[in-house]
């Protein structure tokens, strides 16, 4: 296994301009999950699939945020209309099934100029 | 609802010191227990878990003890080196996730360095 894949490692944006980013989790693994992490903070949980099915949308920030999975294999990430307090560090993670240790992937890092 | 608490950082020792990082959570039912750890540069890694109470979580020298009649999940190590100058970060199974140990709420972090 070569571990979570996130892309881009760094993105930076203006403000208003949408941005996608890409996670390639470990395979095989079914669920899939993307957290957010603000500086001086911990991760804050956003939402996660289980194969395509989408199981929580609840958590996300804002209607600017949606995420896909649509073959159950890689997934994205987009924010619209980028704010500034979007900035921020972007985690994916994978694991087999509910009851296992998750893994993490590097992040994306977002900042909005 | 459910928080995880843990103690402010920077903690800043010399190797071979003793290592507490406090954490209290608080959560209905039994949730999971967790410590990542965030080294430089890299994603977070699970350390240690421990899924009920009594439970002892230990990996590279590192151990917490869930104790759920003071609700703390505290890591300890006996001799720290300058390989563990890291982020480490105690979390939670959220409950409302049966029991998926994907769907966590983490402390903030409390950044270690420990100098030669």
């Known amino acids: 296994d070569t571990g979570v894949s996130q892309d881009p490692r760094h993105k930076i944006t203006k403000r208003g301009q949408n941005v996608t980013f890409r996670c390639d989790p470990i395979?095989?693994?079914?669920?899939l999950y993307w957290y957010r992490q603000t500086l001086g903070q911990g991760p804050e949980f956003l939402t996660y699939f289980q194969n395509e099915a989408q199981l929580e949308k609840s958590r996300l920030l804002s209607d600017r945020f949606s995420a896909e999975r649509p073959k159950g294999s890689f997934s994205t990430l987009e924010i619209q209309r980028t704010e500034q307090g979007d900035s921020a560090m972007y985690l994916c993670a994978s694991s087999p099934t509910a009851g296992n240790t998750i893994y993490f992937g590097e992040g994306s890092w977002l900042t909005v100029v | 609802g459910n928080s995880v608490t843990q103690m402010e950082g920077p903690v800043t020792l010399s190797e071979e010191a003793f290592l507490t990082i406090n954490c209290t959570y608080t959560a209905t039912g039994y949730p999971s227990l967790f410590w990542y750890v965030q080294y430089p540069g890299e994603g977070l890694q699970l350390l240690l878990k421990a899924t009920k109470a009594d439970d002892k979580g230990s990996n590279k020298g590192f151990e917490a003890t869930y104790r759920k009649e003071t609700t703390s999940f505290h890591l300890e190590k006996g001799s720290v080196q300058v390989s563990d100058s890291a982020v480490y970060f105690c979390?939670?199974?959220?409950?409302?996730?049966?029991?998926?140990?994907?769907?966590?709420?983490f402390g903030k972090g409390t950044k270690l360095s420990v100098k030669p």
């Open positions: 395979s095989e693994h079914n669920r």
């Open positions: 979390a939670l199974s959220d409950r409302r996730y049966g029991g998926s140990q994907g769907n966590l709420i």
